[in-house]
């Protein structure tokens, strides 16, 4: 299986994402026999999709988790129930829970989380262009916040591309 950088891939160019950083993360994982599985909300899935650009990403990529309604990220992910009732489904703990989740429900060795407004209308009180991005590994848990300005597309490429990023750091 090749883990080469995909070439002119349309879901990476219209993201932002650079190819090589995707087959870069790709290869990582496997040759430490690493793998890795998403919960993601106000991505969806894209997290999963720039992940399988890649030839050979399915030595890697376990599954993902698309929790898009609040009561899933609960039910499918494992997210308190309490914990989202009372911060809402945008919240830095939220999305550690995420990443736990994805890791356990998938069999993982990692787990990204993701969670934000893409916008155009705040959710919870919390600005469009919010985000907030978490890893769970061996060892590790980390997460991130991040700010962008722009339409639901910018905010959520942004968000893609700094999750690939916190993965990419925790690997290193």
Same mark, same amino acid.
């Given at each position: 299986m090749n883990a080469g950088p995909p070439v002119d891939d349309p879901l990476l160019a219209a993201l932002g994402v650079p190819g090589e950083e995707v087959a870069a993360l790709v290869a990582t994982l496997r040759e430490r026999g690493e793998t890795v599985a998403t919960a993601e909300s106000l991505t969806a899935g894209l997290v999963c999709g720039a992940l399988t650009t890649v030839p050979g990403s399915s030595a890697v990529l376990r599954g993902g988790l698309v929790v898009y309604a609040t009561d899933l990220k609960a039910g499918l992910a494992g997210v308190d129930a309490g914990l989202l009732a009372t911060v809402g489904a945008v919240h830095a703990e939220v999305a550690a829970q995420l990443a736990a989740?994805?890791?356990?429900?998938?069999?993982?060795?990692?787990?990204?989380?993701?969670?934000?407004?893409?916008?155009? !209308?705040?959710?919870?009180?919390? +600005?469009?262009? %919010?985000?907030?991005?978490?890893?769970?590994?061996?060892? %590790?848990?980390?997460?991130?916040?991040?700010?962008? !300005?722009? !339409?639901?597309?910018?905010?959520?490429? +942004?968000?893609?591309? +700094?999750?690939?990023?916190?993965?990419?750091g925790c690997l290193r």
């Open positions: 989740g994805a890791r356990r429900t998938c069999g993982a060795t990692w787990g990204l989380g993701l969670t934000g407004v893409a916008g155009p !209308d705040p959710q919870d009180g919390v +600005a469009p262009g %919010t985000v907030y991005l978490a890893v769970s590994g061996p060892g %590790t848990e980390t997460g991130r916040k991040i700010r962008r !300005d722009g !339409d639901r597309h910018a905010v959520r490429g +942004a968000a893609v591309r +700094a999750g690939l990023h916190l993965l990419a």
